[in-house]
Each structure stands twice: as structure tokens, then as C-alpha cells.
């Protein structure tokens, strides 16, 4: 089965920027939407942004306009640019398929932690 594996996160001040990447075992290709979600300290996992193999963005309100998404089929990698980043983005972020039934088990997800 396909796994996930997320890295890029880290220890960033306020108005920092982070690269993070999802790499995918085998071919996403078929996905058609795959997406980044996060999941703050005692709160539940929120979605933040998807990409559709046509290219399509969407964003959720909290981090339009300074997060970024974009996929490599071709490396099965889905990134997610951030800056201008803020303590309220502090979280461990996670990649995975939009659709609930295409949805592949969660990987580790990645610690970004931001301070003021």
C-alpha cells in the first residue's frame, strides 16, 4: 500500500517561511485531489489547501494568500510553500487524498512550530 511521508517542518519566528513536502511510495497520479491538513495542539485535524491534477487551488480562509500548494506526479511529491508564517500556524501537518475513499493511511506528519 502507498505511504506517506512528510518532512520539512521545523522551529521558524513569526513572518519565517517553510517548504514542506509530502512523498508518496508509489504513484499519486490517480488521485485526482490531494491535500495538506494540519492538526494544532488540542484541536482536531483541520484542512488547509488542496490541488487537483488539473491544477486547481483551494485554500482554506486562515492561510490564503501566504500558503502555496503545488504536486509533481512525476516524483509523487506534494509540496506546500508557507510564509510570512504566525504562532496560530503551529501544528503537525499531514498530506493526503481529498476524497474520504481514496484516502491512503496518515503518515507522520511533520512538526511546524512558530514563534513570536
Known amino acids: 500500500q502507498v505511504q506517506l511521508v512528510e518532512s520539512g517542518g521545523g522551529l521558524v519566528q513569526a513572518g519565517g517561511t517553510l517548504r514542506l513536502s509530502c512523498a508518496a511510495s508509489?504513484?499519486?497520479?490517480?488521485?485526482?485531489?490531494m491535500g495538506w491538513y494540519r492538526q494544532a495542539p488540542g484541536k482536531q485535524r483541520e484542512w488547509a489547501a488542496s490541488?487537483?491534477?488539473?491544477?486547481?487551488?483551494f485554500y482554506g480562509d486562515s492561510v490564503k494568500g501566504r500558503f502555496t500548494i503545488s504536486r509533481d506526479n512525476a516524483k509523487n511529491t506534494v509540496y506546500l510553500q508557507m510564509s510570512s508564517l504566525k504562532p496560530e500556524d503551529t501544528a503537525v501537518y499531514y498530506c493526503?487524498?481529498?476524497?474520504?475513499?481514496?484516502?491512503?493511511?496518515w503518515g507522520q506528519g511533520t512538526q511546524v512550530t512558530v514563534s513570536s
Open positions: 493526503n487524498a481529498i476524497d474520504v475513499g481514496r484516502r491512503l493511511p
Open positions: 508509489g504513484s499519486i497520479a490517480s488521485i485526482y485531489a
Open positions: 490541488i487537483s491534477n488539473d491544477g486547481d487551488t
